[in-house]
């Protein structure tokens, strides 16, 4: 039996902004997603188990029978048969994922089956390759190019995020490992502002934020790094400055006064440019009634997005049965490694 967990990850600040120059900031958190792999004494091929449900696939990872909920990790699999991977017998694989959307559920899982199948191999990867894998999973389940952040932070633990561009170049971003503490006896809660409606879709709110900012061009493209104007830059130094708050209090001398206080500014900043909804403000306005130091959305936002609130660890339990009461749903998101740390 091979049993991998991987973490998930929480962005603390940076959401929107990043795009256009500005810093981010993500930390891997618990709970973690798992994925099983074992073998029977059946005819080579690969049964995979997503969340109860159950699929048959052959040996070179073509559906035989089930209902696919996630045909993501099923590509993954065939990714690993093409590198070589060939059922000696029949190869079980359990895959358990319950968190929330913007919680990078599918880099998680992503990262905890390649690790799986990698080890099923006998084959230690470069970690290139690692990333390669997940980033792979998030391109086909976010419909884009994702930046690599929640493949980075799910792996190697908190990272930093900055996109770069020269001009007559395309985009890069680059990644830089940091050691981020949350101040001594705090924890954060996340929670789900959903409450079973309908979520946005990222990219209709980076659409949004960018009409927010006046950074659609004239043919509606939302405009590269080297097209904004000094005064588009002007909005942007809010979401410099807020950054660079939250990031001096993330150690565990830090001051938990400070970092709720600049998170509430950063979320601030977020709702005036249209990232916020009607349930993350409630979902806030709970959190902020029951004592966190702060609270803020966190991810894209919009309806159904994600709220961050930092609180004493003797309040956790109490501020996540207010939320229930209200139908949301939340948990206890403790700082963790990266999978592969």
């Known amino acids: 039996m091979i049993d991998v967990k991987a973490p998930c990850k929480v962005i603390l600040t940076g959401e929107h902004a990043v795009v256009y120059g500005c810093q981010a900031l993500a930390i891997s958190i618990e709970p973690f997603n798992t994925v099983k792999l074992s073998e029977t004494n059946a005819e080579p091929g690969f049964e995979m188990k997503q969340n109860g449900k159950l699929i048959s696939l052959d040996a070179t990872g073509n559906v035989k029978s089930g209902e696919i909920t996630w045909p993501v990790f099923c590509d993954l699999l065939k990714r690993f048969i093409q590198k070589g991977l060939k059922p000696r017998k029949k190869t079980v694989i359990e895959l358990e994922s319950n968190v929330p959307k913007g919680m990078g559920a599918s880099s998680s899982v992503a990262a905890a ?30 419909g884009g190019a994702p930046s690599g952040i929640d493949a980075m932070t799910v792996l190697f ?15 890069k971003w680059d990644f830089q490992h940091v050691d981020v503490k949350l101040p001594q006896d705090t924890t954060l809660i996340v929670i789900d502002s959903s409450r079973g409606g309908k979520r946005s879709l990222t990219g209709e709110v980076v659409r949004t934020v960018a009409e927010h900012l006046e950074f659609l061009k004239n043919d509606g493209t939302i405009k590269q790094i080297t097209e904004l104007t ?51 403000e409630k979902a806030k306005e709970i959190a902020l009634q029951n004592n966190a130091y702060g609270a803020k959305l966190t991810g894209a936002g919009g309806n159904g997005g994600a709220v961050i609130a930092l609180v004493n660890k003797n309040n956790t339990t109490k501020l996540i049965e207010e939320l229930k009461k209200n139908r949301f749903n939340a948990f206890e998101a403790k700082p963790t490694k990266g999978a592969m740390q």
């Open 230 to 280: 000094d005064n588009d830059k002007q909005k942007l130094k809010p979401f410099r400055k807020i950054f660079q708050k939250i990031v001096s209090e993330l150690k565990t001398n830090g001051n938990p006064d400070a970092l709720g206080k600049a998170m509430n500014e950063n979320h601030e900043l977020l709702k005036s440019i249209g990232a916020s909804s009607n349930e993350i």
């Open 157 to 171: 633990g908190p990272t930093q995020l900055t996109k770069t561009q020269k001009a007559g170049e395309n985009a």
């Open 113 to 142: 089956l390649a690790i799986a199948l990698y080890k099923h191999m006998k084959v230690t990867p470069t970690r290139e390759e690692l990333f390669q894998d997940v980033q792979f999973v998030d391109t086909s389940a976010h």
